[in-house]
């Protein structure tokens, strides 16, 4: 039997930091250059839908040209190699987790590799710039593409599935993530209440980091793969 039988990593910005993806609210952070309430609100992208398309254009270029970093690599393989089961819960929308082999990992903020048609609700993959003249694949309706991500003010998905691993879980571990934004923010609590070992891995103490109950400072790409080493040595 393994030490957990059934392990929770939730991941954040942080974890993609080193391999050039911007975090959001470090300082130079994409929050420092950009009004979250004009590219990453419904609210916003129906007054300047060209400047969420623009946002979401080159987030993507600049993730198409990032290649996972030594933490994903250790994630991918403690899925890869551990007795138990591990769930991957990420807030980010870039895919270095599935570039680096993983495979069951929950994007609860959506990926910027879909797009989402708001006339029929197709959810489809979708390498390239978006605009607002495409057509929908599924329906043929023009204007209604937009990025299959998750913006403040909706519902993050999979959210039942999250809650039940949440109470079912015996190790919680979080990586790079601020615990600035809700729900996510919420789980180490869940975890916690449900009995498991909470760990928190990020660069600095995060806005939840009184809810761990270990905790572990510095880079990602050093943290990650040392803490999964011994995880998996048992
Ligand atoms: P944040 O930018 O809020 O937080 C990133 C965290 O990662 C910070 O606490 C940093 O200290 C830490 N960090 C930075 N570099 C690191 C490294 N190399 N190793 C380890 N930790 C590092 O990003 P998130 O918490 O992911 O949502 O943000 C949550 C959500 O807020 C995002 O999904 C996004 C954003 O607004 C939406 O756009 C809806």
Redesign the pocket.
């Known amino acids: 039997m393994p030490r957990y039988a059934k392990i929770v990593i939730l991941t954040?910005?942080?974890l993609s930091?080193?391999s050039g993806l911007a975090?959001?609210?470090?300082t130079g952070?994409i929050w420092a250059k950009y009004d979250?309430r004009d590219v990453?609100t419904p609210d916003g992208f129906q007054r300047n839908p060209n400047l969420v398309y623009d946002f979401y254009n080159m987030r993507r270029r600049e993730s198409a040209n990032a290649a996972p970093n030594a933490a994903h690599e250790a994630l991918a393989r403690i899925q890869r190699d551990y007795p138990g089961d591990v769930l991957l819960v990420t807030?980010n929308i870039d895919n270095l987790l599935e570039q680096a082999g993983a495979e069951k990992i929950i994007h609860m903020?959506g990926e910027m590799t879909r797009m989402l048609c708001t006339h029929c609700d197709a959810r489809l993959p979708w390498a390239a710039d978006l605009s607002p003249d495409l057509a929908c694949p599924e329906c043929e309706l023009i204007g209604g593409m937009r990025p299959a991500v998750?913006?403040?003010g909706e519902v993050p998905y999979e959210m039942a599935r999250i809650a039940k691993a949440l109470g079912e879980c015996d190790l919680f571990i979080s990586i790079?993530?601020?615990g600035?934004?809700y729900p996510?923010a919420s789980f180490v609590a869940a975890a916690s209440e449900a009995g498991a070992h909470t760990v928190e891995i990020?660069?600095?103490p995060?806005d939840t980091t009184n809810y761990f109950a270990e905790h572990l400072h510095g880079?990602?790409t050093e943290i990650v793969p040392s803490y999964i080493e011994r995880l998996l040595a048992g």
């Not at 975090?23 to 470090?26: A, L």
């Open positions: 954040g910005a942080g930091a080193e975090t959001f609210r470090d952070g979250y990453a807030q903020h998750v913006w403040f790079g993530t601020s600035n934004v996510a990020n660069l600095e995060s880079p990602a």
